[in-house]
């Protein structure tokens, strides 16, 4: 399945990355002087609800990822991991109340009450 991002550009990864969350990634990336890391979503087993995300920059290329450019950012997905992900958004927010990544899953039927994991 591909799914286009908010730039127009048709990815395989199934997961959207806003402006503003791949601007972020590629600012921490240029603050790094590291343009050979890819950001990478992964669900793990994990948290009182089951699953948890890990977000993290990745220098490795791993047997079936799905790979998809967005401003500049290689956002890359495990095979495991692409079915709990397929049509979610990963965004970035800076508010007074709340700073960071966010990802919004249609898949998640579920949250703890912390937000740390899902179902």
Do not use: H, W
């Amino acid at each position: 399945m591909t799914v286009s991002n908010e730039s127009g550009t048709a990815t395989s990864t199934g997961v959207i990355l806003t402006d503003a969350a791949a601007a972020k990634a590629k600012a921490l990336l240029d603050q790094e002087g590291r343009d050979d890391l890819s950001l990478r979503i992964a669900v793990q087993p994990g948290g009182c609800a089951g699953l948890r995300y890990q977000l993290f920059f990745d220098d490795r290329s791993l047997d079936g990822d799905v790979t998809g450019d967005f401003g500049g950012v290689t956002l890359a997905v495990d095979r495991m991991s692409a079915p709990y992900v397929q049509g979610a958004t990963i965004d970035f927010v800076d508010t007074i109340e709340k700073q960071g990544f966010t990802i919004d899953n249609p898949n998640a039927t579920g949250s703890c009450a912390c937000g740390d994991s899902f179902n």
